[in-house]
C-alpha cells in the first residue's frame, strides 16, 4: 500500500503537475490524521470497556461483601436485643429469683466478647477512578455512610467489651467463677437439670463478697448499652440494604 501511493507521488511530480500533487498530498495528510482519530477512538472504546469489567467485577465483590455483613448484622442486632431483655428482666426479677441455667447462659454470653468487623474494603485514592460519573458518585457517597456508621457501631461495642472485660475480671477476683465452678461446669457440658443423680441442681452462689455488685453492673451496663448498639445497627442493616440496591440497579442498567 505504502508503495502504491509512493508511486502516485512520484508519477504526479514527473509529469510536472505540482498542483495536483499537492492536493494529492494534502489528502494523504488528512487520510492519516483520520486513521490516527479512528486508532485513538478504538484505543478509547477498549480502555473504557477494560475499565467497565473492572468497575463490575469490583462492584460485584462489594455485594458480596454487603451480603456477607448484612447476616453478621442481623444476627448481632438480635442478640444486643436479647442481651438486653433478659439483662432487664433479670434486674426486675432478682437474680437469686431467677433460674440458675439461664443466669449462667445469659451471662455467659455477655462475657463473650462481640464485635462487628465489615468484609467491605473501604474506598481508598486508587479506587477514585471507580467513581467520576454521577451514578457511581451516589455508590461511593452511600459507601462513605455505611463506613462512618460501622465505626460508630465499633466504638460502642469497644466500649463495652472494654467495661465487659473489667467486670468478669473482677468476678474471678472476687471468686465468683470458682464459687460457682460446677454450675459453669454443667453448663460447659450442657446438662440438663434431669441429669443431676440426686435431681439437684447446684445453687448460684452469689454474694456481696464475690461480686454480686460487679454481676449487677454488667446486667445494667447491658441493659443500657444493646439497646443503643442495636438502634445503630438497625440504621447500619438499612443503609447496607440501600447500598446492595443501588449497586444492583447500576449493574442492571
Known amino acids: 500500500m505504502i508503495k502504491f501511493f509512493r508511486k502516485i507521488r512520484q508519477n504526479l511530480l514527473m509529469e510536472n503537475k505540482t498542483g495536483k500533487y499537492f492536493k494529492y498530498a494534502l489528502g494523504e495528510i488528512l487520510l492519516v490524521v483520520i486513521g490516527i482519530l479512528i486508532a485513538l477512538q478504538i484505543n478509547n472504546w477498549n480502555e473504557a470497556n477494560k475499565l467497565q469489567e473492572e468497575i463490575n467485577t469490583y462492584l460485584n465483590q462489594k455485594l458480596v461483601n454487603l451480603h456477607e455483613d448484612q447476616i453478621r448484622l442481623v444476627e448481632l442486632k438480635e442478640f444486643r436485643l436479647n442481651a438486653a431483655e433478659k439483662s ?34 473501604r474506598n481508598e485514592t486508587s479506587t477514585a477512578k471507580y467513581y467520576w460519573s454521577e451514578k457511581k458518585a451516589v455508590i461511593n457517597n452511600l459507601e462513605q455512610e455505611y463506613m462512618r456508621l460501622v465505626e460508630l457501631v465499633m466504638f460502642e461495642e469497644n466500649r463495652l467489651n472494654a467495661f465487659s472485660e473489667t467486670i468478669e475480671l473482677d468476678l474471678w477476683r472476687g471468686g465468683y467463677f470458682t464459687d460457682n465452678h460446677k454450675l459453669y461446669n454443667s453448663m460447659i457440658k450442657n446438662l440438663k437439670p434431669s441429669d443431676f443423680k440426686d435431681g439437684t441442681i447446684p445453687s448460684l452462689i452469689l454474694n456481696e463478697a464475690n461480686g454480686q455488685q460487679s454481676l449487677q453492673g454488667i446486667l445494667n451496663r447491658n441493659e443500657i448499652a444493646n439497646p443503643s448498639i442495636a438502634l445503630k445497627l ?15 440497579d447500576y449493574l442492571k442498567s
Do not use: A
Not at 93 to 108: A, P, R, S, W
Not at 112 to 120: A, I, S, W, Y
Not at 234 to 248: A, D
Open 88 to 121: 432487664r428482666q433479670f434486674l426486675d426479677l432478682g437474680l437469686e429469683k431467677t433460674d440458675v441455667f439461664d443466669v449462667v447462659e445469659t451471662t455467659k454470653q455477655i462475657f463473650t466478647e462481640r464485635r462487628f468487623t465489615t468484609t467491605v474494603e
Open 234 to 248: 438497625k440504621e447500619l442493616i438499612e443503609t447496607n440494604k440501600k447500598l446492595i440496591s443501588t449497586i444492583e
